[in-house]
């Protein structure tokens, strides 16, 4: 068996509890006073057990043999400039030796008991036989150079970023800087920091050297995300009288809110004064925004708005051949208009503004004379407009 692997031993039990059961030595073992404890040892061990039912007593012995293959590497070092040799001892009958850069031993970086490390980290070694396997590691660090680099590491596509390294070793400055990047890197007033503009995600290495000649490698990732897509916000009236409604509208098929504080993309509004509303499409790393203006304007609700002819002529010229009234904003909300002739008798009546009166009453076209009118009318706003005057029928 393996070091510290467990295994039973013993004999089968015996069902007369006039037996007893001792093992010597007891190290290792869970349980001395059963016939078939289990055993957890890291070297090999030899047992006794003594067998008694109270007049006479047996002595079995019983070996646990237990592989002694170990790996034993050097002891956690540094170095400045110079590549260090790493080693490491072995006892046993080993198959293979595997050295890697992490635990998992996803890479192989030597197969012998030397490795020669020329970068700070950790390392791990493994050795194997057909039985049995152990692992150790060393960590390799620089002497007298330690740095950290430093910046954005997040950023929206089209953004830039800025990355610094800073320099943790006071008494032995660092002099030098080797960048490696994919993209183009624009420094200040030394190359110990930089702004660049990648348009997706990437990683950027520096390699420092201080005044003693000790280097250090050390890298950062940048993630670059992609911005949220959008058509414009518009509205469906960007002009409106005060008390009327619109809409806003955005389409995206990301999050938004508006600055009315609505998350919908299609969002009704009743503004009280012309002013821009804004809206932020976001994901879930970046966002955009657009605004659009809606323009108030003021309800007059007189004649001044609202065309009120008083005069027509039905003669079918097709000039002047019927009578209306004329809202040319679109103002009103309620209407009512009723026509007298001089004997108080009512010949139209209307609660459309669209409508219009032909000069028929009773199926027969009236003669030139003039009436009386009577005219309500609401606006936007609630605002009121009441008229009366007279029209001329003229043929």
Request: hydrophobic residues 35%; charged residues 20%; negative net charge.
């Given at each position: 068996m393996c070091k510290n692997e467990s295994v039973q031993i013993g004999v089968l039990p015996i069902n007369d509890p006039s037996?007893?059961?001792?093992?010597?030595?007891?190290?290792?073992?869970?349980?001395?006073?059963?016939?078939?404890?289990?055993?957890?040892?890291?070297?090999s061990t030899q047992y006794q057990l003594i067998v008694?039912?109270?007049?006479?007593?047996?002595?079995?012995?019983?070996?646990?043999?237990?592989?002694?293959?170990?790996?034993?590497?050097?002891?956690?070092?540094?170095?400045?400039?110079?590549?260090?040799?790493?080693?490491?001892?072995?006892?046993?009958?080993v198959n293979s030796i595997i050295w890697s850069t992490n635990p998992n031993f996803s890479d192989?970086?030597?197969?012998?008991?030397?490795?020669?490390?020329?970068?700070?980290?950790?390392?791990?070694?493994?050795?194997?036989?057909?039985?049995?396997?152990?692992?150790?590691?060393v960590k390799v660090t620089n002497d007298n150079i330690a740095i950290n680099l430093s910046g954005i590491t997040e950023i929206c596509k089209g953004d830039s970023i800025f990355i610094k390294v800073d320099d943790l070793s006071s008494l032995d400055p660092i002099v030098f800087y080797n960048w490696e990047s994919e993209y183009e890197l624009f420094f200040g007033s030394d190359s110990s920091s930089f702004i660049s503009y990648p348009d997706s995600s990437s990683w950027y290495k520096v390699t420092a050297t201080n005044t003693l000649g000790c280097y250090i490698s050390d890298s950062i990732t940048v993630d670059v995300y992609e911005y949220p897509i959008s058509d414009s916000a518009w509205a469906t009236n960007s002009s409106v009288f005060f008390g009327e409604s619109t809409i806003l509208n955005i389409t995206t098929s990301d999050n938004v809110e508006w600055s009315t504080n609505d998350t919908?993309?299609?969002?009704?509004?009743?503004?009280?004064?012309?002013?821009?509303?804004?809206?932020?499409?976001?994901?879930?790393?970046?966002?955009?925004?657009?605004?659009?203006?809606?323009?108030?304007?003021?309800?007059?609700?007189?004649?001044?708005?609202?065309?009120?002819?008083?005069?027509?002529?039905?003669?079918?010229?097709?000039?002047?051949?019927?009578?209306?009234?004329?809202?040319?904003?679109?103002?009103?909300?309620?209407?009512?208009?009723?026509?007298?002739?001089?004997?108080?008798?009512?010949?139209?009546s209307s609660e459309n503004v669209n409508d219009k009166w032909d000069g028929y009453f009773k199926g027969v076209l009236l003669t030139t004379q003039i009436f009386s009118y009577y005219l309500e009318i609401e606006c936007i706003g609630e605002k009121n407009l009441f008229e009366k005057g007279n029209i001329s029928l003229i043929r």
């Open positions: 037996i007893s059961y001792f093992w010597i030595p007891s190290s290792g073992l869970n349980n001395v006073t059963i016939p078939n404890p289990i055993s957890t040892v890291s070297v008694s039912d109270g007049n006479c007593a047996d002595t079995l012995f019983q070996i646990v043999n237990v592989d002694n293959l170990s790996i034993n590497a050097s002891e956690d070092t540094s170095f400045c400039k110079d590549p260090i040799l790493l080693s490491a001892n072995t006892i046993g009958t192989t970086i030597s197969s012998t008991n030397l490795y020669l490390s020329n970068n700070i980290g950790t390392y791990y070694i493994l050795v194997e036989n057909d039985n049995c396997s152990d692992i150790d590691s919908s993309k299609i969002v009704e509004i009743n503004p009280e004064n012309s002013s821009w509303y804004s809206v932020i499409v976001y994901n879930e790393f970046c966002q955009i925004s657009d605004s659009v203006f809606i323009e108030v304007k003021d309800v007059f609700c007189d004649k001044n708005r609202i065309i009120i002819p008083n005069a027509f002529s039905p003669n079918e010229d097709n000039k002047n051949d019927y009578y209306r009234i004329i809202d040319e904003n679109g103002i009103i909300t309620s209407f009512k208009l009723e026509i007298f002739n001089r004997l108080g008798e009512k010949v139209y």
